[in-house]
Each structure stands twice: as C-alpha cells, then as structure tokens.
C-alpha cells in the first residue's frame, strides 16, 4: 500500500468536469485529475432506467486529503448524489508517487 489514492468522481458534461478538475488541483487538494470524454452510465435512479453521456474525472490525491476533497466534490458538484470511490494504490512508479503526495497539501 502507499499513501496516494486514486478517486473516481462522473460529471455530467465536460464543464461541470472541467471545473471540478480545475477546482481541485488549483486548491492543492488533487495532484492530477484525468478527464475522459465519452463515458456512457446506465443507471437507476429514481425508479428510472438512465443511459446517459457522462465524463470520468480520476483523480490521484492522498489517503489523508479524501475527507477534505470528498467534501469539496460535494459542495461543487451538480448532482445530488454525486459518485465519489475511492481506491487504494498498492504500487505504482516511486518517482511518480512521490510527486502526487508533494503536490497535495495538508488537508485543513
């Protein structure tokens, strides 16, 4: 196990996308947020079936900062129930890891 996690968080549209990702690494709460296009989310909602276009955010970030970039995506995300799973990273490039946790601030 390391100290960085990998979080995925779905958008509704490539804005809403963009201003999480952005909010989130200028804030030091993220390291690095990856924004991929032209994610399709069946689900149900409401008692309803949805198929919708949607965008991916993975975001890398540290096990200490979740609490507070958890609470962040919520306060600015659109959705009332905002996907938000973290996942551990077991390993990964030392050098990249180190990079990601030197990025991140200490959460308040």
Request: some cysteine; charged content about 20%.
């Amino acid at each position: 196990m390391t100290d960085v996690v990998v979080i995925l968080v779905m958008a509704p549209d490539g804005e809403s996308g963009a201003t999480i990702a952005r909010n989130l690494v200028e804030s030091g709460l993220a390291a690095c947020v990856n924004r991929v296009l032209g994610v399709r989310s069946v689900y149900r909602w409401q008692g309803e079936i949805h198929d919708d276009a949607e965008e991916l955010l993975i975001i890398k970030t540290t096990a200490a900062g979740v609490e507070a970039l958890t609470e962040r995506v919520l306060q600015i995300h659109p959705y009332e129930v905002p996907e938000i799973i973290v996942l551990p990273v077991v390993a990964g490039s030392n050098s990249y890891l180190e990079w990601v946790i030197s990025q991140v601030g200490d959460p308040e």
